[in-house]
């Protein structure tokens, strides 16, 4: 494999550390060939030079109006320009929302395959060995692909970023697309986050269920997230019953999430639950049932009242960090 690209993600003025694990994940398919890093949007020059020193040889980068919020028709045209001027043997773009709805519209508009939600990339060239997580994260499988495009999205926090060396350099060379016919205009971007942090992003996560019992219930949640300095999360018994937003709920059909600590309290750990997050690095489950199915998962359990084990936990904490 000689040159792929990898779409990185700016989300609110920042660089999704997922665009830098999606570098790594080319530099591990490319091996001695060229990855390269491309950005959209008005910081896209700032941050060119962050991708180069985390593994890429040379950017592309684009300021242009069209390109600034995410919209299907204005990245997909972009991309697909790319890809005709660059013609690498692959591309890379982020599981994200925005990653998920263009990957398979790229694909399409090429006749060409896309595997999804990659967590693991092994082999080279031909050889290239995809691991992604099915049956909602139940089982893994390894897929290779023989198309003349490699075309995949890789899941955040799972495939580490390199180390950023400070001596690397590269090119960084800005572009303007011929982009028409958009259907799709963004006036206002209104965003709830769990304590300003992307849950898909999250190395520490507090996800509360229906045990929590009110709204009010996930102030104790919230509290242990901040000390830990991680985000809160959900169940959809939760959501459904009012207490929080859906955009905190995780799983099967809410968001995946893989950080290294996940405090699972008054959640009963039903399988489209755990489809969302059973790929965390550490579970820690709080549950009175002893027999609730998410001690099967968890990797410490503690069989008490949420109420009264989350403010000992934060209290320790505080003690332990603050
Ligand atoms: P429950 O199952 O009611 O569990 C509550 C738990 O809290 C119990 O185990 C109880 O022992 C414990 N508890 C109660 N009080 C306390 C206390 N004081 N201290 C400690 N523990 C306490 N669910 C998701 O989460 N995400 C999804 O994406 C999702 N997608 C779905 C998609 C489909 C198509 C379907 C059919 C269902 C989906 N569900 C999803 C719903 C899922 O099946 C469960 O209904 C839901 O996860 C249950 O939420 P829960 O664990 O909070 O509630």
Sequence with gaps: MKKILVLGEIRDGE???????????????????????????????????????????????????????????????????????????GMLLCHTSSGKDLAPRIAAALKTGLVSDVTDIEGEGEDLVFTRPIYSGKAFEQKSMNSELMLA???????????????????????????????????????????GIDLSEAKVIVAGGRGVKSEEGFKPLEELAEVLGGAVGASRGACDAEYCDYSLQIGQTGKVVTPDLYIAAGLSGAIQHLAGMSSSKIIVAINKDPEAPIFEVADYGIVGDLFEVIPLL?????????
């Design 15 to 89: 660089l999704r550390n997922v665009s830098l694990e999606a570098v790594a994940a080319a530099r591990k398919a490319v091996n001695d060939g060229e990855v390269v890093g491309i950005l959209f949007g008005n910081k896209a020059s700032e941050f060119a030079s962050e991708m180069i020193k985390h593994g890429v040889d040379r950017m592309i980068v684009s300021e242009q109006e069209e390109l600034e919020q995410y919209t299907t028709d204005a990245y997909k045209q972009a991309c697909l320009q790319l890809l005709e001027d660059e013609k690498p043997d």
């Design 153 to 195: 999205t890789i899941r955040p926090n799972n495939i580490p970023a390199l180390k950023k060396d400070e001596s690397r350099e590269g090119d960084v060379s800005s572009v303007t697309f011929d982009i028409k016919d958009l259907r799709t205009v963004i006036k206002d971007v209104v965003k709830k986050t769990s304590g």
């Design 314 to 322: 934060t209290e320790q904490f505080k003690k332990e960090l603050m």
